[in-house]
């Protein structure tokens, strides 16, 4: 896959313009990609597990999951955060890890790194603010990047306090 960052550096410097604080540049970014880019299910066939280019998502503004995932991981990773994809399977997916299938995951979400801790973002959906996240992963495992190697990770169950 051939990634043309160039559309995508623009963005970054429009959307985090006059904001120095490093934690703060990711909410405009998430926000940017949740209120643009609109999310189009690619649900049957083998479009479950084909992929757009994120340039093409950014330019288009529209794009599955797994785009979207993609363009917000870039987007960050050129604003400096350590951002990685996350496969997780929702809570209609009645299997785990422990079954190796490939219908224990179905969305793709992006995560930051912060103190060694994922902070789930998922683009698709468009009323969750940064640091919340859909109650369809909650408490569910999560396959995430780490350079070359994938680590299993569970998703945190948020509760009123931590919203």
């Known amino acids: 896959m051939i990634i043309d960052t160039v559309p995508i550096e623009?963005?970054?410097a429009e959307i985090t313009t006059g904001i120095t604080d490093k934690n703060e540049r990711v909410k405009p970014i998430y926000?940017?990609?949740q209120d643009l880019i609109k999310y189009i299910a690619f649900k049957e066939g083998i479009a479950v597990l084909q992929t757009n280019l994120p340039?093409?998502?950014c330019n288009k503004r529209y794009g599955g999951c797994k785009g979207m995932a993609i363009?917000?991981?870039i987007i960050l990773i050129e604003a400096g955060?350590?951002?990685r994809l996350v496969w997780i399977g929702t809570n209609a997916i009645a299997y785990?890890?422990?079954t190796p299938s490939l219908r224990v995951d179905n969305p793709m979400v992006?995560?930051?790194m912060v103190d060694g801790k994922p902070i789930f973002l998922e683009?698709?959906?468009k009323f969750n603010k940064y640091g919340t996240f859909a109650t369809r992963i909650q408490g569910k495992q999560g396959l995430i990047q780490n350079g070359s190697e994938y680590e299993l990770v569970q998703v945190p169950q948020l509760t009123a306090a931590l919203i």
């Open 10 to 12: 623009g963005n970054v």
């Open 31 to 33: 926000y940017w990609v």
């Open 55 to 57: 340039q093409n998502v």
């Open 71 to 73: 363009l917000l991981k």
């Open 81 to 83: 955060f350590d951002a």
């Open 96 to 98: 785990d890890y422990a």
């Open 110 to 112: 992006t995560a930051i």
């Open 123 to 125: 683009g698709t959906d």
